[in-house]
């Protein structure tokens, strides 16, 4: 978490962002992470869509995530000007998402490590869910 | 004993260029399908079934059957990336069996390093690819995805980057006979775990080689085979998957070979014990671990030790592999490494890889592809060939 990490920081590109995952990047606007469950199965999935993919219930509803999980597998870019740790991170709530990994030391990363959500501005005045170590 | 075929791999051809500068894209498809069918001993006139992916420009294969003069009665532009040709093999064996051509062409080509694209870029979907908003922002390329898999294979089994190292090895001893191999210098473990990390745990010498060329596959019917002669390479079976991020439930410990693999060994009514070669997809060294366990050729998770100590080296180990020196040394064309899988086993069969790295009395072999990202959403396809004679 040094000020050299934050210096070295890449440029966040804009999301894609379309009428099925508008309210998930306007919750990150507002510094939430948010996850669609499917009120017919009960269960959480992700990336969050209008129609569940485990069940094809229309009925699905948005709620608020923990924001936390572990990571679930990581890689630290070493090409490039500016190293960065991609990772998937498995949530509390039981699904496992692509992010990167902030505020951190890259080279004490590890599968396992608890870690939660935080944010980053992007390109085009939107907010990114990313996680830290916590 | 002899084996029914529902069709026959006639024809092959590798374009031996590995940098294209003066050539175009449509260029080495044509001189690429004109090599395999002329390797198969027929025309183009004979072809009456056109198999083509995303490399090839146009709506699926309409320009390129113009553009080469195919005048076909059956088309598929199946598309999942590097494993594409290998599905269109099984594509073209069932269309085949219903009728519906009796000599069908599959080509690839392209020009990655004339044009300077290290990997493929992604068409524009605007934003209508649902994963993309929530992938593309965190820089996913393809070496850190394939990284990702092989940091859980490590997590969980225990595997090494000295046990991934063995596979590039076993990839350069055999290119080193293969002329057109774009290297061709024999590698140690050390020479692979001492080379620069790119993103962990995967250093360079475990990624595959970027090419321009391109290859073609005739496959054939019964009829048309037994006019050509005994070099025709009888299809046993074939299979065929896709493997996603399953709404979340993310597992990189496996690929789609998991499917794929029992269904073309349930076809062929064979299993790993039969197999004489394999080629198997190597974009980097931990895709091959990962496919040769989920395709049984040692438990899952035991892959690292599996590939060491040569194990992969023709004339050294138990199971010779990519013996034309694979992605990893020899040929990757345009990122997309299914139909040299399939060239190099039809060569196999055929007794006509080079004699160094050749498999005496190769009856049966295996040929694998994956196409996408081993840590998103794959296309998987095995084919399982035979000698004329098998
Ligand atoms: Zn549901």
């Known amino acids: 978490m040094t000020t050299m990490d934050q210096a070295l920081e890449r440029t966040y590109p804009k999301p894609s962002i379309n009428m099925e995952t508008e309210a998930y990047w306007a919750a990150a606007k507002a510094g939430k992470l948010v996850l669609k469950k499917c009120n017919a199965c009960g269960k959480t999935h992700f990336y969050p869509r209008a129609i569940c993919p485990l069940c094809t219930s229309s009925d699905t509803a948005w709620y608020d995530a923990s924001g936390k999980g572990v990571i679930y597998s990581y890689s630290v870019m070493r090409r490039g000007a500016t190293p960065y740790a991609i990772a998937y991170v498995t949530l509390d709530e039981g699904v496992t998402m692509m992010t990167n990994i902030v505020d951190c030391d890259f080279d004490s990363l590890a599968i396992g490590q608890a870690v939660e959500v935080t944010f980053r501005a992007t390109e085009g005045d939107q907010v990114l869910p990313v996680f830290r170590p916590i | 004993m ?3 075929s529902k069709a026959y791999i006639a024809g092959i051809y590798e374009h031996p260029t590995r940098k294209a500068i003066d050539k175009t894209i449509p260029q080495l498809h044509m001189e690429s399908a004109i090599g395999a069918v002329q390797d198969a001993g027929l025309t183009m006139a004979d072809v009456d ?3 083509c992916a995303g490399d090839a420009a146009g709506l699926g294969g309409l320009s390129m059957a113009e553009y080469m003069g195919l005048d076909v009665r059956y088309t598929d532009s199946t598309e999942t990336g590097g494993s594409s040709y290998v599905i269109h093999v099984g594509h073209a064996m069932n269309a085949i069996a219903m009728g519906k051509c009796s000599v069908a062409l599959i080509t690839l080509a392209g020009r990655p ?8 870029g992604t068409r524009d979907y605007g934003n209508s690819l649902p994963d993309l908003g929530f992938e593309a922002p965190y820089r996913p390329v393809v070496t850190n995805q394939y990284a990702m898999a092989a940091m859980r294979h490590m997590h969980e089994f225990g595997t090494t980057s000295e046990q991934l190292a063995w596979v590039k090895v076993a990839a350069s001893h055999h290119a080193q006979h293969n002329e057109h191999a774009l290297l061709r210098d024999v590698v140690t473990v050390e020479d692979v775990v001492n080379s620069p990390i790119i993103t962990d745990p995967l250093h360079r010498l475990d990624c595959c080689v970027i090419t321009d060329g391109g290859g073609a596959l005739v496959v054939v019917s019964p009829e048309v085979a037994k006019t050509l002669g005994d070099r025709c390479a009888k299809i046993l079976g074939h299979g065929e998957a896709i493997k996603h991020l399953n709404a979340g439930q993310v597992d990189l410990t496996y690929t789609g070979a998991v499917k794929s693999g029992p269904i073309a060994f349930d076809e062929a009514g064979l299993t790993p014990a039969d197999i004489d070669y394999v080629s198997i997809y190597d974009s980097f060294t931990i895709t091959v671990v990962e496919t040769l366990e989920d395709l049984g050729f040692c438990e899952k998770g035991q892959g690292g030790k599996f590939v060491s100590d040569g194990n992969l080296i023709s004339g050294v180990g138990k199971l010779p592999f990519n013996t034309d020196g694979g992605g990893l040394c020899n040929n990757h064309p345009n990122n997309r490494g299914g139909i040299t899988k399939v060239i190099e086993a039809v060569r196999q069969v055929r007794g006509e890889a080079h004699p160094k790295v050749q498999v005496p009395d190769c009856t049966i072999a295996l040929a694998h592809g994956t196409g996408g990202s ?17």
Do not use: H, K
């Open chain 2, 2 to 4: 002899s084996r029914t």
């Open chain 2, 49 to 51: 079934g056109y198999f």
């Open chain 2, 113 to 120: 390093r004339a044009e300077g694209v290290a990997t493929l």
């Open chain 2, 374 to 390: 081993i840590a998103t959403r794959m296309g998987s396809s095995t084919v399982i060939l035979g000698r004329n004679d098998a």
